[in-house]
């Protein structure tokens, strides 16, 4: 495609990323088949095409976006399915998060949106504040009624009963017999709250397979919450955190991998080098480190990983987008599972995303949910007994409409290796 940015625009490296991503489209249409949101409402506005024709002429024109143009940019999933069938490799994520910065910073929402949206970017990268906003969630129900529907969906995101157990804390955890590699885990935010199970899970296994485990003390959230918010300022202050967390490590008793346990982290932390390439002494870091970045999935792999499954069990695999799509590592969940002995039942339509998308459940309800009903309706379609994927988004996001149980893929791994079963897997007949 043409564009009409000027030589002053494309001085700023964003603008001329999102240019060159613009002018490789060829608007073969493409893309819109293996679009979630041109799948429910065959808008070509929700479709990639048309969002780029959308961003261009934002970005070209500068100043305050149209309502239009917000509208249809926030209802992408930032999935990148597009990107995955794009025969012109267009670098779609290049473009949107361009789009979402200038969108953040040029365009004035209501302010009960920009209220819940400056909520979601204060809390939920903060365990102990979340942790502090699901303890209370439950006492918000008989207020319901007189809270905003956003804050309404967010005090539903509260776990029925306590969450049993802690997140690991930052420290070493020893390898089992000899140490064929140190780990540095990343840490993340929500997951701690919501799951603290996973990481249990990942450290035992990888123990088991000659992994030390080292949770840097100063690492946290990855950042791609605030990042997919538009709000570049914040992620990259998280992501020099880790990045200074990591360094450090690597400077006293050196690491040779950095796994992530939910693979939207990971996502964002293989591109860290990107994120951070044009602040001053954060470079050099960052391109030393990010080559290390693996999914815990990959690492286990890396590592060898053998197991048998203690029973007889049909799982359907969700493949995250983040993986699938965003780390481009398709069919290794389930390469991974058959390994370990269970069962898969095919899913149907599995490049679709399940509506998660980070924040998206909480900000775009309706396209959320129908997404969810669709990838249920195929993940269910074989009744199999479990549900596994590798994104804590997505498990909870699947798992408030399920009637299947929803574990993580490396709790399952974990099991079939001599761990622990699951905890959220009930027994079965």
């Known amino acids: 495609m043409r564009t009409g940015f000027s030589d002053e625009q494309l001085q700023d490296p964003g603008l001329a990323e999102a240019a060159q991503a ?37 970005l070209e ?96 995101m509260a776990p029925a009963a306590p969450i049993a157990g802690e997140a690991p804390r930052p420290g070493v955890y020893p390898a089992i017999g000899p140490r064929k590699m140190r780990v540095a885990m990343v840490r993340g935010c929500v997951q701690r709250v919501l799951a603290p199970e996973i990481d249990h899970a990942a450290i035992r296994l990888l123990n088991r397979l000659g992994a030390e485990v080292v949770i840097a003390a ?3 959230c990855c950042g791609a919450l605030n990042h997919h918010l538009g709000l570049e300022a914040s992620a990259k202050r998280y992501a020099k955190a880790n990045v200074a967390a990591w360094s450090k490590l690597h400077e006293n008793g050196g690491i040779d991998r950095i796994v992530s346990t939910a693979s939207g982290c990971g996502t964002l932390v293989k591109d860290y080098a990107h994120l951070l390439a044009r602040d001053a002494g954060w470079v050099f870091r960052t391109r030393k480190l990010a080559p290390l970045v693996r999914d815990i999935s990959e690492l286990v792999e890396e590592l060898g990983y053998t197991g048998a499954a203690p029973e007889a069990l049909t799982v359907a695999y969700h493949t995250a987008c983040s993986l699938q799509h965003g780390q481009r590592l398709a069919g290794l969940g389930e390469r991974l599972l058959a390994k370990a002995g269970f069962t898969l039942a095919p899913v149907r339509d599995s490049h679709l995303c399940c509506g998660s998308a980070g924040h998206y459940s909480l900000l775009q309800p309706e396209m959320s949910g129908e997404l969810r009903s669709r990838k249920l309706k ?14 804590i988004g997505c498990l909870e996001h699947l798992r408030a409409a399920s009637d299947v149980p929803l574990v993580h893929t490396i709790e399952l791994l974990d099991w079939a290796a001599g761990g622990l079963r699951p905890p959220r897997l009930p027994a079965l007949p």
């Open 378 to 391: 195929a993940l269910t379609a074989r009744g199999p007994k479990v549900i596994a994927s590798g994104n």
């Open 61 to 156: 024109q500068g100043g305050t976006p149209s309502e239009t143009a917000v509208h249809h940019i926030d209802r992408c999933l930032t999935c990148l399915s597009c990107r995955t069938t794009c025969p012109s490799s267009v670098d779609y994520s290049r473009l949107v998060d361009e789009a979402r910065i200038h969108i953040a910073e040029n365009y004035r929402r209501p302010f009960g949106e920009r209220w819940f949206r400056t909520f979601l970017a204060t809390v939920l990268p903060r365990p102990g504040l979340f942790k502090l906003a699901m303890k209370f969630a439950p006492l918000a129900k008989p207020l319901n009624r007189l809270l905003p529907a956003p804050f309404r969906r967010m005090a539903a």
């Open 218 to 220: 100063g690492s946290g």
């Open 22 to 58: 613009i002018r490789s489209c060829v608007h073969c249409g493409m893309c819109n088949a293996t679009c979630p949101t041109y799948q429910v409402v065959a808008d070509e506005r929700d479709g990639p095409r048309g969002r780029i024709q959308l961003m261009q002429a934002m």
